[in-house]
């Protein structure tokens, strides 16, 4: 996959199909455009996603940006896996947030990217104040023969998949919602630093993980999960918060993989197929806590789900 850093005209004359959209956890909705997309390919065309660096409310509402379900190189090699050909990846920045709608579809779209045919979702929105719409892509694409495909929201339990359901979904500790939402299991990857070391005197060391600062992480709690480690499965458990029972401040991620006995400091780790187990709480002394600690081991080691 080819990725281009601004909306530049293409250096080929293959003709170009695209899709637009943020695809923040690139979940099953976001898929359908991209199938969509796909099948407006023909022979010797090219297809690509526009999207966006960083979120639009990062320009539009700092003080309101949400957490993101994907980082921005988990995003991109999601959308690689997809088989498009090309990615247009540019900052939402002052120039495209006062872009009027139509100049982005005739100037953007048409003249600079020479498009065919776009993809997009049938509530999607774009151009200064959120003007555009599919009636209006349909309308000026129309009028200089590219098609537009908007693509209706997917629906999970009579309920429309979205990124901000998804969200909800992982913040609330319902992981399993998430996973089945995203089609695929919600990932947390990160770099291992070092930690205070008390799971190596209780018995079970752990591995404190270090995610991207913006990225959306589980309610605090006990987890069943399944780590990985240089192409590798691990059954384990993960807690997420403060560790009551030391005093803790800061929010933290550790990990405990079954029958792991490598040091990973500095290595990057990720987790998946989260499982609420219960939440936090503070323990009377060490021997309490280390006792809920080999019951919630238990979990890990004869879980309800597989590693795969």
């Given at each position: 996959?080819?990725i281009h850093h601004l909306?530049?005209?293409?250096a080929?004359d293959?003709?170009?199909?695209?899709?637009?959209?943020f695809?923040?956890?690139l979940?099953r909705?976001?898929?359908?455009?991209?199938k969509?997309?796909l099948?407006?390919?023909?022979p010797g065309?090219?297809?690509?996603?526009v999207?966006?660096?960083?979120h639009p409310?990062?320009?539009l509402?700092?003080?309101r940006v949400?957490?993101?379900?994907?980082?921005?190189?988990?995003r991109?090699?999601?959308?690689?896996?997809?088989?498009?050909?090309?990615?247009?990846l540019?900052?939402f920045?002052e120039?495209?947030a006062?872009m009027?709608?139509?100049?982005?579809?005739?100037?953007?779209?048409v003249?600079t990217?020479?498009i065919?045919?776009?993809?997009?979702?049938?509530?999607?929105?774009?151009?200064?104040?959120?003007?555009g719409?599919?009636?209006?892509?349909r309308t000026v694409?129309?009028e200089?023969?590219?098609?537009?495909?908007?693509?209706?929201?997917?629906?999970?339990q009579?309920?429309?998949?979205?990124?901000?359901?998804?969200?909800?979904?992982?913040?609330?500790?319902?992981?399993?919602?998430?996973d089945?939402?995203l089609?695929?299991?919600y990932t947390?990857?990160?770099?291992?630093?070092l930690?205070a070391g008390?799971?190596?005197?209780?018995?079970?060391?752990?591995?404190n993980?270090v995610?991207?600062?913006d990225k959306?992480?589980?309610?605090?709690g006990v987890?069943?999960c399944?780590?990985?480690?240089e192409?590798?499965?691990?059954r384990g458990?993960?807690?997420?918060?403060?560790?009551p029972?030391?005093?803790g401040?800061?929010?933290t991620v550790e990990?405990?993989?079954?029958?792991?006995r490598?040091?990973?400091?500095?290595e990057?780790?990720?987790?998946r197929e989260f499982?609420?187990?219960?939440?936090q709480?503070?323990?009377?002394?060490?021997?309490?806590?280390?006792?809920?600690?080999?019951?919630?081991?238990?979990?890990?080691?004869f879980?309800s789900?597989?590693?795969?």
């Open positions: 996959m080819k909306l530049e005209t293409p080929t293959r003709p170009l199909v695209v899709a637009i959209g695809f923040d956890g979940h909705g976001h898929r359908e455009i991209v969509t997309l099948r407006l390919r023909r065309y090219r297809a690509a996603v999207t966006f660096r960083n409310a990062t320009y509402r700092p003080d949400p957490p993101l379900i994907t980082t921005l190189e988990e991109v090699n999601l959308l690689a896996s997809t088989g498009i050909d090309e990615l247009f540019t900052p920045d120039h495209i006062h009027d709608a139509r100049v982005f579809l005739t100037d953007a779209l003249a990217l020479g065919r045919a776009l993809a997009i979702g049938e509530n999607f929105r774009f151009g200064h104040g959120r003007e719409d599919a009636a209006l892509a694409l129309g200089r023969g590219v098609d537009v495909a908007a693509v209706p929201p997917l629906t999970d009579d309920e429309r998949i979205s990124s901000t359901r998804v969200r909800a979904a992982i913040l609330s500790g319902d992981t399993a919602t998430a089945r939402l089609g695929a299991p947390l990857r990160g770099t291992v630093a930690g008390r799971g190596h005197d209780l018995g079970f060391p752990t591995a993980l995610p991207a600062a959306t992480l589980p309610a605090d987890y069943a399944i780590g990985r480690y192409g590798r499965d691990y458990l993960v807690s997420i918060g403060t560790n029972t030391f005093d401040a800061a929010r990990a405990w993989l079954l029958d792991f490598t040091s990973l400091y500095g990057e780790l990720s987790l499982r609420f187990i219960r939440e709480r503070r323990f009377d002394d060490v021997a309490a806590l280390l006792a809920q600690m080999n019951d919630d081991a238990s979990h890990a080691r879980p789900f597989s590693a795969s």
